[in-house]
């Protein structure tokens, strides 16, 4: 699905690109099985080896990484993400039944901010857009500005980022927007222009994204999708709430062919009351921390099966800003008469103001940004560390570094999608990386720009290292402390190996009997693989 080089590449069309992981892992030591459970009594022994004979060393070690309070029982919430995998449907969202804006209401004015994207942050402008046409880039290239830079809302429409009846408690996360992509949907069509008309909560996400550019799409094509927000801090009146959203714009329209740009996230936080009828402060923005923060993807034909062109490159800033907290617009004076706030009767506006808000309880806005992360990508149940940290921290624990090395920001090739969605967030595979490995994931441009570094010899030398062993688009390595290159292979490689059934003449990778993912269980051989190469090499 993905050509050998960044560049022109089609959709994903087959069906292993979407795979659903089954269930039991390939496992061979009963030891290392038995190790995910403590027995602390004889009877718990007993249940334990009367596991053993019914689920074999396989089975139970599954059931372990499931059984999360090792009670060797699954409650329901333990087996909600096999039984979502299976199916490919989550729990109904409890939506809050629409409560009508008050005319009189607070309003609130946010202003838009945008910095264009650098053309020279794509990959295309080292060779100054060979082959790429003009009109391909029309749209970027005349974006250089919001199109609404202020608009006035009103402070009950945020209304929208309020918590359900069940989620109250700081730290509880939810989604506002639910992704409607799961195994069996795909990816929505690449051949549109315009957005669908949005509904429900969508209709304020919509409106404050078009301030930017008047085709913002709030359901993306792939995966990660919709929008998720958590409770950092809250007292008796407020909530400060932090929020992440995954939309994209089509910049194009006829007769050119579609244009896709797509930020790598929209975040940021609301303070509002509990009642929605006052809004304190409301930030949203692209996060730019990093050297690569948009991904791009162009179609050179009208059809769904046409050559796509894909690129990124660095957005400096796109985001808006409440100008302050919401107010009145309609007063009454001690006499009960009705004042226009914003002449105030007398030809100035009046100042209004406003009390500290102290919390009771709260959260650091990193540990709610890591639950929202979590909420998008379950495989980040296991922590990913910027590619320096993880090092240190490998050393540190004594323990190999679990590096996942990729071209794009989302990522939206084929295989980074596949590997996020299935493998990498499957219980067996989070036990094992979460017992032996230190993990990192990072982009090509930054440990390119890392080994330029001539500051850092040691930090350019584990780039170098991992650069010589990268193939696009995806590579995932083992690596000691030192920087050292002890196994690794190829996402579309690794996707094709276990494409195959067992049974076919010539498969590379064997698999035990039973019912189970050939690529949980080929990750899982891969990583063991590594620590047995890791033994190896420091024998040396």
């Known amino acids: 699905a993905v050509d050998s080089a960044p560049g022109r590449r089609r959709p994903p069309s087959r069906l292993r690109d979407q795979v659903l992981p089954r269930c039991p892992v390939h496992q061979t030591s ?15 022994y007993l249940d334990l080896l009367t596991f053993v004979r019914t689920l074999g060393a396989e089975g139970l070690f599954l059931f372990s990484s499931l059984d999360t309070d090792h009670d060797l029982y699954l409650s329901p919430e333990e087996f909600k993400p096999i039984a979502e995998k299976l199916t490919g449907i989550t729990p109904p969202v409890d939506y809050e039944e629409e409560v009508a804006h008050d005319p009189n209401g607070e309003t609130l004015t946010l202003e838009a901010k945008m910095q264009p994207l650098l053309l020279d942050s794509m990959t295309k402008s080292k060779d100054g857009f060979l082959g790429v046409s003009h009109s391909s880039l029309g749209g970027l290239r005349s974006w250089k500005s919001p199109v609404v830079p202020s608009s006035t809302f009103s402070a009950s429409q945020f209304r929208v980022f309020l918590p359900p009846k069940n989620k109250v408690e700081v730290g509880d996360t939810w989604w506002v927007i639910p992704s409607e992509l799961n195994i069996f949907t795909g990816y929505l069509p690449n051949n549109r222009y315009h957005p669908p008309s949005p509904k429900g909560k969508e209709v304020l996400i919509h409106s404050l994204l078009s301030m930017f550019h008047p085709r913002p799409f709030i359901k993306s094509r792939f995966a990660p999708q919709g929008a998720v927000a958590c409770i950092r801090a809250s007292n008796d009146f407020y909530y400060d709430i932090v929020f992440r959203i995954h939309a994209e714009f089509q910049l194009n329209d006829v007769p050119d062919f579609p244009f896709w740009f797509t930020p790598g996230q929209f975040t940021g936080n609301i303070v ?25 993807e162009w179609l050179y034909g009208a059809s769904e099966s046409s050559n796509m062109e894909v690129d990124i490159g660095y957005l400096p800033q796109m985001e808006l800003q409440s100008t302050g907290p919401s107010t009145p617009s309609i007063i009454m004076d001690e006499e009960g008469n009705v004042i226009d706030s914003r002449d105030g009767g007398g030809g100035e506006p009046i100042q209004f103001v406003f009390e500290d808000i102290h919390w009771t309880s709260e959260l650091s806005r990193q540990e709610a940004a890591r639950r929202l992360d979590v909420t998008f990508y379950p495989f980040k149940k296991v922590s990913y ?18 590096s996942i090395l990729l071209w794009g920001i989302t990522p939206q090739h084929c295989s980074g999608r596949t590997l996020r969605e299935t493998v990498l967030e499957s219980s067996p595979v989070l036990a094992l990386l979460n017992q032996s490995f230190i993990s990192s994931w990072s982009l090509v441009r930054e440990l390119e720009n890392m080994q330029a570094n001539e500051h850092n010899h040691e930090l350019s030398e584990k780039a170098r290292l991992h650069l010589e062993n990268y193939n696009f688009p995806v590579e995932m390595m083992v690596a000691l402390p030192n920087g050292t290159i002890v196994h690794h292979i190829n996402a579309n490689f690794f996707l094709d190996q276990t494409a195959m059934k067992p049974e076919e003449e010539g498969a590379t990778f064997s698999f035990s009997g039973g019912f189970e993912d050939p690529s949980t269980s080929t990750y899982i051989g891969f990583l063991k693989e590594g620590l047995e190469k890791a033994k190896e090499y420091l024998a040396q």
């Open 30 to 44: 009963c030891e290392r099985a038995t190790s995910v459970v403590t027995i602390h009594t004889s009877q718990k």
């Open 272 to 296: 509002l009351s509990k009642d929605a009828s006052h809004v304190r402060h409301f930030h949203l923005y692209v996060p730019n921390d990093r050297s690569l923060n948009v991904d791009m």
């Open 385 to 402: 560390l910027p590619f320096s940290e993880a090092f240190k921290r490998a050393e540190a624990e004594n323990k190999l570094v679990h």
